[in-house]
């Protein structure tokens, strides 16, 4: 179809807007998708970053959802009319860091430009979420969050149960929960949290080719040969029959809002959704980490990021690229990074950011923002550095679609697992041939 | 007398020009895009494409969810056209026979034409919300334990129901004008043949709005095909899950949400193919049997 010249047709000239005149400043344009407060707070950066030196400026501008920005990207690209930097998603990095020479990788850029750079800095569970098979660091990590669980004190109390560290402790209290008129537990994102952060929870392998780091050609699923993840599944089905469990479908806020509501007493949600919960819920909440089956050897251990990252893009002027790891640097400030953490909820991704919030004393008056940096700071295994699989947001859309029929009694697990192997590795099958 | 006579003259290209430009621009030139590119798997940030024959096509129908997709767009298409063009008969005829205060009926009867897909698509999602929603409670009084978003059936209900709704008001105003154009001497010479207004209706108007009808059946499937993206995207909330998408919606999943360029191409090629076989069925078929005059 025409749909990408047309894309970027229409988006020339607000590129080109972004773009602007010629002075002694280098401006570069910065894509993002954070809409709402998010975007004002991406916004108070940029204006802090500008007022902060005087070489360089740079603008964000909002290009709708992940997915539209990311199309956005694509179409401007391949018209040659590319920002500088742009926000890609999780389930997008596959195929931007898949596609050769588009992007400037991170750590290049700031070497290359005289920044210092250590891999170090960086929290353990965001140093190699966007990194290369050898560990180059290839996207900045931005906004990150991870799967952590909710739990309303009230509920609790009243059932006279403790949160549950492991999912065998869920199963004593649960009926308990359920007795003192809770559903017992809710999730709202099925792919990421019972899936991608099963498997790094239990430090088990997602896919072949070291989670599929090792290259696109020949990654395959191993969800249906983990015996761990059908039994978790298995488990959540009877708990679901026996309503210890509810799904309110692929929808993200449909199984947050009966959480806030006060109908649901254990919610696993994102550790950047404190912020929402402390405004709209009238019960006290409280977060702690994401519970693991304690009879799998090695289980307990950090998870994954979600979220999304910032990627400089190639084909711009070498001034316009040092501007952009001037700001890479100034984003990766402790107070920026604080700043960001503490207006958003996503963590932050350096450790002297988070002493910085320690220090501060952020977590006395806001305990449960501590709780995912907490967690994914946890020791981490083999299998705990992150995955990279192509076309994966239709991997993540295949695995909804088959939980949704498992919940609704359409299919049994073993089914449904066997079908997102079989229609996942075809997935990837076709995404090494783009990227080969 | 002198014999004018007119060259051939550029004039008629002229005048004809734009419309040919808005047809090659933004049918020919995208369709023959998709052609090509639905028989490539494409890089999406340099376009170095691969050329893999028919794997688009096979791969696309052979997932499992196509032939879900498919039967939904079936059912889906012919729902709407039946309820929405059903419902709007039967009102246009009621609105017809009202004498006096046509025109609040008429108003009241057509505004929400003037209502935007994706608003649509909000107030069916507020309206049938699996939590909060008003159409939910009702359902759930009436012992069906709705819950859309999460039950394949129940959201299928709630798609169909408000994108049906939002087609009612132009098929109405259709009809009116349609009833409105049947001339009165033919009613009243009916009226005398004929004493049951049912079977005079059957016989005589509704053979009479056949043209109106056909017209609408051919805008109705469109609409059920095309314009009802805005309804589905919104009710969808970002996540298909396990609900029922339109082939219309899934070329843009695929697509725009997913990247795979050419599988997209693919789908769309068939879709195609398939209104193109569909329309000839309708002028073919069932314009015959439409007379007009």
Redesign the interface.
Known sequence: ???STLLAAALAPAFVLGAGAANAQTEIAWWHAMGGRLGEVVNEIATRFNASQSDYKITPIFKG?Y??T??AT?AA??AGEQPNIVQVFDA?SA??I??Q??VLPAEDLLKNNGVAFDANDYIEGVRYFYADSAGKMVGMPFNSSTPVMYYNTEALEKAGVQPPKTWEEFEEIAPKLKDAGYVPLAQSHTPWIFVENFFSRHNLQFATNNNGYDGAEGTKLLLSQTPELKRHFEKLKAWKDEGLYA????????NQ??FE?GDVAMWLGSSGSFGGLSQSMKAPFQATYLPYWGDVEGAGGTTFIGGAALFALAGHPAEENQASAAFFEYLTSPEIQFYWHEETGYVPITTAAYELAKSEGYYDEAPSAETGILQLSLPGGEWTKGYRMG?Y??IR?VM??????V??G?TTVDEALK?IDE?GD??LE?FA???? | MKKVQFGPSWTPYLLLAPQLIIVAL?FL??AG??LR?SFY???????NA?F?GF?NYV?STS???YGRSAQFTAVFTVSICVISLGIALALAVSADAVLRGKSPYKTALMWVYAIAPPVAGLIGVMMFD??IGPLSDFARWLGWEM?V????FDTAVAMITVAAWKQIPVNFIFFLSGLQGIPNSLREAAAIDCRSPARRFWTVVFPLLAPTSFFLLVINITYAFFETFGVIDVML???????PVTLVYKVF????????L????AQ?VILMIAVFALTIVQFRLIERRVHYS
């Open positions: 179809m025409l749909r959802n997915e539209e990311l199309t694509i690209f391949r997008g195929t931007i898949g596609a020479g588009a799904y309110y479908g692929a929808g993200w806020s449909d809002a009966p509501n076309f947001v239709q859309d909804n679609r088959e939980f949704g029929k919940f609704a359409e079908t229609e075809r997935l076709r041939k783009t990227s080969g | 933004f030139w995208p895009e998709a590119s798997l494409e890089d999406p940030f340099f376009g691969t893999v794997d791969d997932a499992a969810d699996q939590h819950q978003g999460v039950s394949y909330k970002g996540e298909p899950g396990n609900n999943l695929d697509g725009f949400r997913g990247q795979d050419g599988g997209s191409s769309s």
